[in-house]
Structures are given as C-alpha cells and as structure tokens.
C-alpha cells in the first residue's frame, strides 16, 4: 500500500503520462499500479472510468483518488451509480452507501468525455457511446480489431486537434493508429477478465496483473510517424486478497477472473 502519491500536474506538461482504466473497486490493485508509477517518476495520470463498481473495495478506491486530481471520465458502470432505476440492486446500494455522498457528489460532476491538451482526447467506450468497444469487434466471442474505417466513423466527434484518443471500456491493452489518430487502450487496473452477453463474448488479459499504459511524447528525430511511444505495464499484486473479497462479497465468477485472468 503507497502511503503518499506524487503530486499531480497538468497533462499537457512535459513528460510521460499515465493511462488508467476501469479500476472497479479493486483497490489494492489500483495502490500497486500507483506505486509502479511514482517509482517510474510518472506524475500525470489519467483515469478512463468504470473506477468503482464491483464487489471489492470502492470506499479503498475512493480514499486513494479523493486527495488526487486527475483527470477522470465517467464509465458506464459508474453512471448506473448515479441512476435512480439501478439503486434497488443490492450490488449498487452497496457501492453507494461505501462512497457516501462526498464520493457520489465527485462521481456525478465527472464528464463523459473530455480533452485533455495537448490533443489528448478521454472517453470511456467510444466518444458517442460508453457501452460500446472502439478497437475491439466481439461478435466472433472473442476480441478481434476492428478496421480503421469503423474505428474512424466512431471518432467522427473528436475535435481535429486532437491527435491521441485513450479509452478502456474493454479491459484489453492495444494500439492503433488510424487517419494520423492513435488511440491507445490502457487495460484493465481492477479486472483482468470478465464475459458478456450482448453479444456472448469474453475479454481475457490472460494473466492476473493490474495493468495501465504510459505514453511518452515521441522523440521525432528517431520516429516520424508517431507522436506518442506506449508501454503496456502488468504490475503485481495480492490478487488473491481480492479474489477472496469477490467470493466473500457473493461474486465467484469475479473471484475467478482476478485469480486467473481467464474468462
């Protein structure tokens, strides 16, 4: 457990940057990515959403990032906090009673998307949809790239300034630079798998890391083509501690994922 973070600054300071993505409540993972960054000198983050939602430790969550600022977008599993049709749900009322209201208030002022400069564009899923996949197509049932013509029809929003688009939504680490636009998913920090049913289909890191990306600026004179260079980190944690949190918390599927990585 980090007991202090770096302070932060403005992301379109000098240096590398951060990418965070769909914590979902996992606390302990998210203090180990946090770690990993300060002792790599990273002090600009952002975060991508879906940060507390699950059955682990949204209060933990909140106590790690309520001191930080960071730039932050509003995951769909996130927004079903803050909808009134959702609060019936055991799993929800859970998460929003371990909030509380400071929590919720930071939570319902998040944008859904944003720019960040210089250029650097945050959604959650895509820019018009916050359940949808940008790199990925599942209809096979598992996650194959999409083709840059789709890629880009999605991206038909972003403003033409903005060369660097970060999403997560998928929980899967990949790049792709399409029409001179990169777009980088960093992974999952909190979870490294999970399944679906619209479409069936299931997301596997494979491993039991947390996992976040740090980008750089690109040095131009050694490469022309990109802006940003991207390293994907898979970073260790007590993944067991969390996986036995799920089942405690009535969600083995989620205990099995965090153990294994597998869906």
Not at 88 to 112: F, N, T
Not at 192 to 208: E, F, I, L, R
Request: aromatic share 6%; with cysteine; hydrophobic share 45%.
């Amino acid at each position: 457990m980090i007991t202090q973070t770096p302070p932060m600054t403005s992301p379109n300071a000098a240096g590398p940057l951060a990418v965070l993505a769909d914590i979902h409540g996992n606390a302990t993972a998210l203090a180990a990515v946090l770690a990993d960054a300060s002792r790599r000198g990273v002090t600009r983050l952002v975060n991508l959403g879906d940060t507390f939602y699950g059955p682990l430790d949204p209060a933990g969550t909140w106590r790690l990032l309520r001191d930080m600022t960071i730039p932050t977008v509003l995951g769909n599993q996130d927004r079903i906090l803050l909808e009134p049709g959702w609060q019936s749900v055991p799993a929800i009322r859970a998460a929003r009673e371990a909030l509380r209201p400071d929590g919720l208030a930071w939570l319902a002022r998040l944008p859904a998307r944003t720019v960040v400069d210089p250029g650097i564009y945050l959604c959650h899923g895509t820019p018009g949809n916050d359940t949808a996949y940008l790199l990925e197509d599942v209809s096979s049932g598992s996650p194959r790239l999409r083709p840059c013509a789709d890629i880009l029809a999605d991206l038909a929003a972003v403003p033409d300034d903005c060369s660097l688009v970060l999403t997560g939504h998928s929980h899967c680490q990949g790049a792709v630079t399409c029409g001179g636009i990169m777009v980088v998913n960093p992974g999952s920090v909190g979870l490294p798998a999970y399944d679906d049913d619209s479409p069936p289909h299931a997301m596997a890191a494979g491993t039991p890391q947390a996992r976040y990306a740090v980008l750089a600026p690109a040095q131009r004179e050694a490469d022309t083509d990109a802006l940003w260079t991207v390293e994907f980190a898979a970073v260790d944690y007590d993944w067991k501690s969390a996986a036995r949190l799920a089942e405690a918390n009535g969600r083995p599927d989620w205990a099995r994922w965090l153990v294994t990585g597998k869906a």
